[in-house]
């Protein structure tokens, strides 16, 4: 990754990067496994399998789906994960980290897999939506991918701007790649550290890092 003077702007993911809302997930697909009496996920195990798009990975962990029921347990998912995520919080530095680029006049979006309307919700929660230019998430809960966001993003308010992404997922790594933009993974989200390395990417295991890297 270049000197930070070559950077005008952040795309920031979501789930696992700023929200710290790993445990929160699997309470919340261990609810639904329960009911189909399949094995509940440990962390490890969910770490090991997570990926995108979740309904793979929703079949990778047991779940076999027919006509519409992929739809329904992703609704299902959404209102026990709303209810779990209650209690989760930021990660350590997010409001820091958000701060120190505000001020350094680097501009910050979101770049989510995310329903947007949960998303902007947890965004006033944690009183932070002021720190971001936009706010790209989906218009549903499926959580197919967010690539599509980013490449319209990059045609149309992001021409020109020399942008890279901080997540917290392979599929991070994959959606800056098609974005064309350089990537930085955080450690402490939903993939295991050596999957994180094994993109290539620059990993870290504390998002407070990220200021002695740019």
Not at 62 to 81: K, R
Not at 102 to 129: C, M, N, P, Y
Not at 173 to 193: E, Q, R, T
């Amino acid at each position: 990754m270049a000197k930070r003077d070559r950077y005008d702007h952040i795309l920031w993911d979501w789930n696992g990067t700023l929200f710290d809302d790993i445990e929160e997930n699997i309470k919340a697909i261990n609810i639904s496994l329960k009911k189909k009496n399949l094995s509940p996920l440990t962390k490890e195990k969910y770490l090991q399998l997570f990926s995108f798009p979740i309904e793979n990975f929703y079949k990778k962990i047991g779940f076999e789906f027919e006509d519409n029921e992929y739809q329904i347990l992703a609704h299902e998912f959404i209102e026990n994960y709303k209810k779990e995520s209650m209690s989760a919080h930021l990660h350590n530095g997010v409001k820091e980290l958000l701060d120190y680029f505000h001020k350094k006049r680097i501009g910050q979006s979101i770049l989510s897999a995310s329903e947007k309307t949960i998303l902007e919700e947890k965004l006033s929660h944690f009183d932070i939506k002021k720190y971001f230019e936009d706010i790209l998430a989906l218009d549903n809960v499926y959580a197919e991918s967010k690539a599509h966001l980013g490449i319209e993003w990059r045609k149309t308010k992001g021409k020109g701007k020399k942008a890279f992404m901080i997540g917290d997922t392979a599929h991070d790594f994959d959606v800056a790649k098609d974005m064309g933009i350089d990537c930085i993974l955080f450690s402490g989200g939903h993939n295991k550290k050596e999957d994180l390395l094994n993109t290539g990417a620059i990993v870290v295991d504390n998002l407070i890092d990220i200021k002695d890297i740019l």
